[in-house]
Nanobody, 122 residues
Framework: QVQLVESGGGLVQAGGSLRLSCVAS????????MGWYRQAPGKQRELVAA????????YADSVKGRFTLSRDNANHTVVYLQMNSLKPEDTAVYYC???????????????WGKGTLVTVSS
């Protein structure tokens, strides 16, 4: 069984910082992409940041210069999202996403964590 487990969400004042972590575990053969999406109340889920193995992170315009995505280089199964200068509009449930090839599968598929709530107060 493959799992993505997020941690690090919480309540923070505007201008503050939070660091999200996501750990992928299970029968993983290979990971192509890992990243973070978010969904605010009443809105569609949107990409925040993502990185393909061997590549550079891509960011949504709304978070460029404030958020930094990094990946554990040792085993490539952990991804972090450092969020600085947080704004109330960053309030959302943040979901970890990974495109992975797992055992007994013949193609890469998208997997999702359960999400972690980030609330930014004004």
């Amino acid at each position: 069984q493959v799992q993505l487990v997020e941690s690090g969400g919480g309540l923070v004042q505007a201008g503050g910082s939070l660091r999200l972590s996501c750990v992928a575990s299970g029968s993983i053969v290979s990971i192509n992409t890992m990243g973070w999406y978010r969904q605010a109340p009443g809105k569609q889920r949107e990409l925040v940041a993502a990185v393909t193995t061997g590549g550079s992170p891509n960011y949504a315009d709304s978070v460029k210069g404030r958020f930094t995505l990094s990946r554990d280089n040792a085993n490539h199964t952990v991804v972090y999202l450092q969020m600085n200068s947080l704004k109330p509009e960053d309030t959302a449930v943040y979901y970890c996403n990974a495109r992975m090839l797992v055992t007994r599968s013949i193609r890469f598929m998208d997997y999702w964590g359960k999400g972690t709530l980030v609330t930014v107060s004004s």
